[in-house]
């Protein structure tokens, strides 16, 4: 029998009407109730419609509202009042409030491959609560705070708080497969996380499409700007990446819990399901990575360990046979001299850092000294003569100064 629909648009109001295509077969009651549920479905649709733009509105439409914590808008104003806190916390205690120090970042909980390996497994949350100087603070609350007081109230508190935490290891995870010796600190790990959630609600229809293409106008502005900034060096961008795209994925997780509403419970259910997943991936990339470090100092033990040994022939008693003396300063003393530099030859093809390369070579300048000192001494016990004195005076000098060396660094 058919059915004829027209719906007519003013600024103010939408009028429908419905009737059957035969007139012959016209029923009132039909059309008044197909109009009925048109004008129920579309008000939910316009509800729908309103509910989302007046949460990406929010925190804009409170006074202070980005800065003060609220029923609805709680976890980003927390997280920058711990990064603030965080930050005065390092400077009361002395740490450079422009140029904080390596060691200083690691002793707080910076993000560092060997350290994880060796199961600080913490370092891959604490990191992102940790600044490089108040420039890099304040540049990273100023991005949290744009993403935070648009996507924390559309996700709900516990929604944004899980992501940011799940991004933030997953970018400091990244940042530890990329980088071996680098230190990783700060938020916008997690940031970019965020940013990469956003992109992914924004691809989907949960957005009303003018707001949809503002937002992606923007964060695609915000992430492309800061990769490629990121390329000049002294930037993390692998952390960045890492962030983005888990947050990419992890906002496609989220969407259909985010698109009914859910309650918290199956939200936890679901939280707790995505933890494990990171924590699995984590454990499984950490127990694959290699640890150069580690490698680095279990040698180091190793060359301190010989070069005790090696050493004794200075504790040798003088009034002792000769050929037990001239044994140990050749079979123990040259031994292990040289035994020291097959192990630096082993180290230097570890593809160290520069400074730990350049101790490399000084280390072996030492333990070539340290051999041509033995052989004069060698001499000196086999000929029973002390004309080789002078010149075994000069090789300790040698040996001292670059003694003098290791202690300052």
């Known amino acids: 029998m058919g059915e004829s629909v027209t719906i007519q648009l003013t600024d103010t ?7 059957s295509s035969n007139e012959y077969y016209n029923n009132a009651d039909k059309n008044k109730n197909n109009a009925e549920e048109f004008r129920q479905a579309f008000s939910k ?16 439409k409170e006074q202070w509202g980005a ?17 603030i806190l965080v930050f005065i916390l390092m400077v009361i205690m002395g740490i450079s409030f422009i140029t904080p120090d390596t060691a200083s970042l690691i002793h707080w909980g910076g993000d560092f491959r060997s350290l994880v390996k060796a199961g600080e497994w ?47 290891i997953c970018a400091g995870l990244t940042s530890i497969v990329i980088h071996q010796f680098s230190v ?10 965020m940013y990469g959630f956003f992109l992914a609600l924004l691809t989907t229809n949960y957005i009303q499409r003018i707001v949809r293409n503002t937002m992606l106008k923007s964060i695609l502005f915000f992430v492309t700007y800061n990769l490629l900034y990121g390329m000049k060096g002294n930037v993390d961008n692998a952390a960045h990446i890492g962030g983005l795209v888990s947050g990419f994925f992890i906002g496609y997780v989220f969407y259909p819990s985010i698109k009914q509403d ?40 190793q060359f301190a360990n010989m ?17 037990d003396i001239l044994y140990n300063i050749k079979d123990r003393g040259i031994y292990y001299w040289n035994e020291e530099i097959k192990l630096l030859h082993e180290i230097a093809d570890l593809g160290l850092p520069v400074e730990f390369r350049d101790r490399n070579e000084v280390m072996l300048q030492y333990c070539n000294l340290r051999i041509k000192s033995y052989e004069l001494l060698y001499k000196k016990v086999d000929e029973g003569s002390n004309s080789y004195d002078t010149k ?3 090789y300790d000098k040698e040996i001292t100064h670059l003694l003098d060396y290791f202690s300052r660094n």
């Not at 933890?275 to 990339?285: D, H, I, K, Q, Y």
């Open 45 to 60: 649709v316009v509800e729908k419609g309103k509910d989302v733009q007046k949460k990406l509105q929010f925190a804009g």
């Open 307 to 323: 070069e005790a040994m090696a050493l004794e022939v200075y504790k040798m008693d003088s009034t002792a046979p000769k050929k």
């Open 392 to 394: 075994l005076a000069e």
């Open 262 to 301: 859910k309650p918290v419970k199956p939200q936890a259910w679901l939280a707790s399901a995505i933890l494990a997943v990171v924590l699995l991936l984590s454990a499984t990339t950490v127990y694959f990575l290699t640890d150069v470090i580690g490698i680095y100092q279990s040698k180091m033990k």
């Open 67 to 83: 800065l003060i914590p609220s029923k609805t808008y709680l976890v980003t104003p927390v997280l920058i009042y711990l990064n």
């Open 184 to 193: 990783g600190v700060g938020a916008s790990g997690a940031i970019f996380g």
């Open 122 to 168: 913490w370092r891959l949350s604490t990191y992102m609560f940790l600044h490089a100087g108040i420039i890099h603070l304040l540049a990273n609350m100023l991005a949290l705070l744009y993403i935070g007081m648009y996507l924390e109230p559309l996700l709900g508190r516990f929604r944004f708080a899980t992501a940011y935490l799940l991004t933030g």
């Open 13 to 19: 109001a939408a009028v429908f009407h419905s009737r």
